[in-house]
């Protein structure tokens, strides 16, 4: 799935997708309090990686986080800035977030490389890693399945993952996994992990 159809697919949808999920109520209670036990632990700035209509953005915000939104869809970051002013946010795409080397403390990847082809996730994953510093923590949000494979998504094909596989990549990325949580309560199956960036020896 190419980065053009992917963000031509968002942006023909933005103000729908905004509508039905920028807001507090739209998250899972159980989301809310992982993203915000997650960010609890981090000291630093944090990028939203492809952060939408920024509603998660706005949330860690409210949290006292240091918070940057970056999305591919323009229209996104148009919508983000006009509901949430208080965050930054930005144009940028997943595989070059735009930021010098090992200067984030925390990355959240909301769902974001859920239509990413499966060949282009190590380089997103080793974007990240080159963004955080030492011990910088990324927490990604997938759909859980029992293998990598493309699924219909009202937007654009997506692909599910298995926590297994997804753990393999952030350790062939630089990462550890710390934790992982699923859950099958909502319409599709939903995972999420908790890596820490491996100091690197210089």
Not at 57 to 63: K, M, N, S, T
Not at 124 to 131: P, T
Request: hydrophobic residues 40%; contains cysteine; glycine residues 10%.
């Amino acid at each position: 799935m190419s980065v053009d159809v992917v963000r031509d697919a968002y942006g023909r949808w933005a103000e729908e997708y905004a509508d039905r999920f920028a807001s507090t109520e739209a998250m899972h209670e159980l989301d809310r309090k992982l993203v915000s036990q997650w960010a609890g632990g981090i000291t630093g700035r944090i990028i939203d990686a492809g952060c939408g209509p920024g509603q998660w953005a706005d949330f860690l915000r409210g949290e006292g986080c240091d918070v940057e939104g970056v999305d591919l869809v323009p229209r996104f970051v148009d919508i983000a800035r006009s509901r949430f002013p208080a965050v930054s946010y930005r144009v940028a795409e997943l595989k070059n977030l735009g930021v010098p080397d090992r200067s984030v403390a925390g990355i959240l990847s909301w769902y974001s490389i859920i239509h990413t082809e499966p060949d282009d996730v190590p380089r997103i994953l080793g974007e990240f890693a080159r963004c955080l510093c030492d011990g910088g923590s990324l927490l990604l949000g997938m759909v859980e399945g029992a293998q990598v494979e493309p699924f219909s998504h009202t937007v654009t094909t997506a692909y599910f993952w298995s926590i297994e596989e997804m753990s393999q990549r952030l350790a062939d990325s630089g990462f550890q996994v710390e934790a992982t949580e699923s859950r099958a309560d909502g319409k599709r199956p939903h995972a999420a992990i908790v890596a820490r960036r491996v100091p690197v020896d210089r």
